[in-house]
């Protein structure tokens, strides 16, 4: 490996509405590709019952505006009534860095680094997008205003996109973001040969 290779991470933002199905598709991606690594956002939301916790690291809402005014969020975001944030990764070594964010955060992203790629994850339908959030115990109110708003989201989304996937099949869907991954990753070493 080159020494521009090892210090160009990858910025691998995973992108959709809620329910689209983009935390299945970083979790099995997480795993089959030891070279990703995930950013853990901050939020103020509460944990939902019978989530882990590390799927992000909850704070108060001091600790987040704290973080905020500090500059330590490389974006963030408002979703309905909470905060979320990514804080400026530190991505170890010979590692590239994966968000797994909404669409404004994207945008974000793409401002500050226009090399980031963006992968937009769409649910196969929305009523498959209801029943998925459903699941994980969302309440009717909110899962409406979530669906409400994802139509404004997928269509923002796929002007960003590099790529956008439609997961209805969780294997076919891994398989594709890893193959656009390989890709990014082959353009990195010509570009690194080039520059010597
Ligand atoms: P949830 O409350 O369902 O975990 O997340 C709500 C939305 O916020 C999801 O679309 C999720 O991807 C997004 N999200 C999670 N972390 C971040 C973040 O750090 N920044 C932004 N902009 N969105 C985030």
Do not use: C
Request: hydrophobic letters at 35%.
């Amino acid at each position: 490996m080159s020494t521009a290779e090892s210090h160009r991470p990858l910025t691998i933002v995973i992108s959709g509405a809620g329910g689209a199905g983009k935390g299945a598709i970083v979790d099995s991606l997480l795993k089959r590709d030891p070279g990703l690594w995930l950013s853990r956002s901050w939020t103020t939301r509460p944990r939902r019952r019978g989530e882990s916790p590390d799927a992000y690291r909850f704070v108060t809402p001091e600790e987040f505006e704290e973080k905020l005014r500090s500059g330590g969020f490389l974006e963030w975001n408002q979703f309905f009534e909470h905060r979320y944030g990514t804080p400026r990764p530190e991505v170890p070594e010979g590692r590239d860095v994966v968000l797994e964010i909404d669409v404004q955060g994207a945008i974000q992203v793409r401002g500050v680094d226009p090399e980031a790629a963006v992968i937009l994850v769409l649910p196969p339908s929305r009523e498959e997008q209801r029943r998925r959030m459903a699941h994980r115990g969302d309440d009717d109110v909110h899962i409406a205003k979530r669906l409400a708003k994802s139509d404004a989201e997928e269509s923002l989304g796929m002007e960003l996109a590099d790529l956008v996937v439609v997961n209805d099949d969780l294997d076919r869907a891994v398989t594709e973001v890893q193959e656009f991954i390989e890709d990014l990753r082959e353009r990195r070493r010509h570009g690194a040969d080039r520059e010597g």
